[in-house]
């Protein structure tokens, strides 16, 4: 069973940062592209910024300059480091992620979600 856990939410002021990661756990053969997603009330949930396994990366064109994604291939994990946050940037953060769980098993994974408040 794969999970994805997602932290480091939280409230924070317009114009301040934070940083979320997601671990990967579970019987991992491999992971190919890990994103993160955001959905604020009343709106759809869209991409926020994706990275492939070859370090290929897109961002959303709301937080380009702003945001910056990474990820830690050795401990299955992905970051979102957010700076200049907006009160608009108010959302859940939902990690996702490709994950084959062996040679030939490939499936898309959801974490659970983490709040990001930007507020005064």
């Known amino acids: 069973q794969v999970q994805l856990v997602e932290s480091g939410g939280g409230l924070v002021q317009p114009g301040g940062s934070l940083r979320l990661s997601c671990a990967a756990s579970g019987v991992i053969f491999s992971i190919d592209a890990m994103g993160w997603y955001r959905q604020a009330p009343g709106k759809q949930r869209e991409l926020v910024a994706r990275i492939t396994s070859g370090d290929r990366i897109t961002y959303a064109d709301s937080v380009k300059g702003r945001f910056t994604i990474s990820r830690d291939n050795a401990k299955n994990l992905v970051y979102l480091q957010m700076n200049s946050l907006k009160p608009e940037d108010t959302a859940v953060y939902y990690c996702?992620?490709?994950?084959?769980?062996?040679?030939?098993?490939?499936?898309?994974?959801w974490g659970q979600g983490t709040q990001v408040t930007v507020s005064s």
């Open positions: 996702n992620a490709d994950i084959k769980t062996s040679g030939w098993d490939r499936r898309n994974y």
